[in-house]
């Protein structure tokens, strides 16, 4: 009785804004010992297990969260099957949400797996496993995301549960998609894709399949087509507030500018839904917008420089700045020339404020300019002394 006193103070500890007080108080109760016929006082534990897992990672703490998932073990024996089982999931689910980086995620997913093992959990074991699985993809080690993968795959077409096989096959879609080998990755997400139409699926799944259609399709420079899938991806994570919905938008973007439309970005990013999202991220795009629009390439390197950690570092988008590149050298050679009859290539590029990094070489702007003149961008022709004239 008394435990079940101090769990209601520290849930009205919590929701006074006093957390510090709620995590003692919480962390005593997870402490304390219980016999294993006072179900009163079962319940109040395992309550006081999940409620502090929340509020662990709700302050940020994610090694005390670690810890917590190996210090209740013992007392999991004394639950019955399905609630031990739903508080392994819980608790490492909010962990590894966390995205905290500690090192020590694979290490605990792993303890988990064998300790569902040893208990012959097989349910709990595949989708922990699957948590593996994602745990191996963000850590780029897709050799054995796809060992794991393809074991997995068997048990789950054999046992017929389908929800968790979507998640696996859209697993398998992306560490293709990293590995190069796109046809195997459109396979998987056809593969995952026909799976859901036969289940129920969660917003969050949802807007990840969509997600990764729309990556593919750009890959395959569809952008018409993943504009629509990034469209659908954006308003699934935003249904839920998942902070993935961030990502969508600036794809959206991405595809707008890639379609020649960079006008349509700041309607976007003006409207109802993605008002709230307004920071680096979007303003990040908005930039390369600003520079595709206005055919500058030095604006375009300064954006670059600028939101490295929005734009260069996101890898999606990072596959394609070397087609944005292009698209923009392009366009701004163009609007240089367009007042001349007859420009020397060689001095073509004086205009430009060009800031070549060593990747792209000095002559690259002489082959895109004669390129444009043999690709028919401009019209023209070019002589033997490397004068282009209209």
Known sequence: MAGALE?????????????????????????????????????VKEQAI?????????????????????????????????????????????????????????????????????????????????????????SKAYVKAIQLIGSLLKELKKLDDKALLVEVQLLESRVYHSLGNVSRSRAALTSARTTANAIYCPPKLQAELDMQSGILHAEEDD????????????????????????????????????????????????????????GNQTSGMKSVATASHN???????ETLVTFHQEIGEDPIIRAHLDALYDQLLEKNLCRVIEPFSRVEVSLAAIPCSLTATPARQDNRKYKRLTGCVVDGCGRGHRDLCDVVSR
């Open 7 to 43: 769990f209601e103070r520290a849930v009205v500890l919590e929701e006074a804004s006093r957390p510090e007080e709620a995590l003692e108080l919480l962390s005593a109760i997870v402490k304390s010992t219980v016999n294993e016929g006072d179900e009163v006082a079962l319940k």
């Open 50 to 138: 999940l409620r502090l897992g929340a509020l662990l990672a709700k302050q940020g703490q994610a090694d005390e969260l670690g810890g917590l998932i190996k210090f209740v073990r013992p007392f999991l024996p004394s639950l019955s099957k399905a609630k031990a089982a739903k508080m392994v999931r819980t608790l490492l689910d909010v962990f590894l949400d966390m995205e905290a980086s500690t090192g020590r995620e694979v290490e605990i997913c792993l303890e988990c797996i064998e300790w569902a093992n040893s208990e012959k959990r097989t349910f709990l074991r595949q989708a922990l496993e699957a948590r593996l699985i994602a745990l191996r993809f963000e």
């Open 223 to 278: 952008f018409k087509t993943a504009f629509s899938y990034f469209y659908e991806s954006f308003e699934g994570y935003d249904s839920i507030d998942h902070p993935k919905a961030i990502s969508s938008l600036k794809y959206m973007l991405l595809c707008k500018i890639m379609v020649n439309s960079p006008e349509d970005v700041q309607s976007i990013v003006s409207g109802r839904l993605a008002l709230k999202y307004a």
């Open 295 to 301: 055919r500058s390439i030095a604006e375009f390197n």
